[in-house]
């Protein structure tokens, strides 16, 4: 049976922060699974910063959303009707159809989950591109050494919590974390342990980033760029290196600010700043999944979610973590009777 199902659409390119009406919610019919085709009760949503380049006109990591037409994104799912014995119904899987409650795919374009694993949804968040971005980052573009004292920025969101945690694992003497707020930098050491939380909030973020490394940084995770990425290249100690992994800071910026203004001390500390992009990282995803699943099964990888329910509510959601208004992993929850 064809099944109505609710798509949030693109309704306008939003210029700097994105308002509730450069979007639009959009009830449409989605037929039944042709062969080979399987069709999905989205479960979870995953609202992601690199959605908010996706808004532009122009190529960012992936093609823009068309207006008009139904946003992309991860997200995870029950089978309800299959034209493919690979993936029966019942099925949890994970795909690239989110923004909407059903989906109608490829059997061949998703993959199924196992929950007993860990709960499913934490496929969008630590087992899934945002975990394999934090553990790509310190072991691949930033590479971090036994003794390293570590950086971290954006330290309370979804990657940043695992890059402080990974970081220690591979031997981090010290990992600084910043985020915004007291209460988020209180939870950076008691919940995710960091040694030092920084409320870049109270300002001087490089004073207070330079008294919290005495010894220097070896190593900088990069999430928001701008003033972050301009504190830390003062601190950086000589062979510094920075995986330059997002700059939330300046994705609502109308116009690109210069660059840090510093950036010629990279030449006599010979630092290397290296972008990075999780999709040239899949050859890692299988050993990533491996050690990140035992970690959370044996609970000495803390991680956090921060939920908001119905397909309603999914531009906001989307607009809240924008603003800061998550701790680890912002995800929208449609439908948990299922799981
Ligand atoms: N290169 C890649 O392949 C790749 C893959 C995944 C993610 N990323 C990047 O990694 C970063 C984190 O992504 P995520 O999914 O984990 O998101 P997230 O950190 O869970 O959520 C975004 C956070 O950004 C912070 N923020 C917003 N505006 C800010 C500003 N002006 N200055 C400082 N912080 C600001 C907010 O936290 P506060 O309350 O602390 O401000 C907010 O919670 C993003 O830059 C994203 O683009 C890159």
Known sequence: MPVTSREWHLAARPAGEPKPADFALTTTTVPDPGPNQILVRNNWLSVDPYMRSR??????????????????????????????????????????????????????????????LAPVQAHLGVLGTTGLTAYAGLKVIAPVKAGDVVYVSGAAGAVGSVAGQIAKRLGASRVIGSAGGPDKARRLVEDFGFDVGLDYREGDLSGRLAKAAPDGIDVYFDNVGGDHLQAALGVMNLHGRIALCGAISVYNSTELPPGPSNLPLAIGKRISLRGMNVIDHFDLAADHLQQTTEWLQDGSLRTAETVVDGIDDAVDAFLAMMRGANTGKMLVRLAPADL
């Open 55 to 116: 808004m532009n006109d122009g190529e960012s990591y992936l093609p823009p959303f068309e207006l008009g037409q139904a946003m992309t994104g991860s997200a995870v799912g029950t089978v309800i009707s299959t034209g493919a014995d690979r993936v029966p119904v019942g099925s949890i899987v994970s795909h690239f159809l989110g923004w909407r409650e059903y989906a109608l795919l490829p059997a061949a374009s998703v993959q199924v989950l196992d929950p007993e």
